[in-house]
């Protein structure tokens, strides 16, 4: 599934913002930019979108809960596209385009093939702390390209430790008696 377009229509300091993502080949595209400036906001707004907000949410502080809205132009492997907007609210909460009616939620989960919320947060949401640790990861991989690539991956930053306590752990268990 491919996100073309973003809309902050009333999420967190932002008000009927729309980012457009429909460029570039590959469709990759990195957010930058100094601190408080949205980038974190954005991507709790890409997380809500497609998952729902949180019961709980730290992105109403100028827009109220009832008002709470992100949207997004979406599209599937075969073309086939979403246009719909997700308010807060416990049932009904991904609407149409113009918000007037409720849309199947089995539509958006079918475009997202079985990814779920921790997938995707852990495979496309990465924080500052995530490219810190996995940057010191690959220092300390010894040229080892197979293992960094699996651990940043699959989120695993410390493999080489855990397999180091692995074997230290199995050594102890299964010692030649």
């Known amino acids: 599934m491919i996100i073309q377009r973003l809309d902050l229509r009333a999420f967190g ?3 009927d913002v729309s980012i457009d993502l429909s460029a570039g080949p590959q469709r990759f595209h990195l957010v930058y930019g100094p601190n408080e400036s ?9 997380t809500s979108l497609l998952f729902g907000m949180p019961h ?8 109220t809960n009832t008002r709470l ?5 979406l599209v599937d492997r075969s073309g086939n596209t979403l246009e719909c907007v997700r308010r807060r609210g416990r049932k009904g909460t991904l609407r149409d385009a113009a918000d007037a ?3 199947d939620e089995g539509i958006l989960r079918e475009m ?9 947060c852990g495979r496309f949401g990465l924080s500052h702390d995530e490219l810190t640790a996995g940057g010191e990861a690959i220092l300390q991989g010894d040229g080892d390209l197979g293992e960094i690539l699996f651990a940043a991956g699959a989120g695993v930053g410390r493999l080489r430790d855990i397999q180091s306590e692995l074997d230290e752990a199995s050594g102890k268990l299964f010692a030649p008696r």
Request: hydrophobic fraction near 35%.
């Open 13 to 15: 300091f932002f008000t």
């Open 38 to 46: 949205g980038k974190s906001t954005s991507l709790r707004a890409i």
């Open 56 to 63: 709980t949410s730290e992105d109403n502080y100028v827009h």
């Open 69 to 73: 809205r992100v949207g997004g132009l």
């Open 101 to 103: 009616e409720p849309v």
């Open 112 to 120: 997202l093939g079985g990814i779920d919320r921790d997938a995707f």
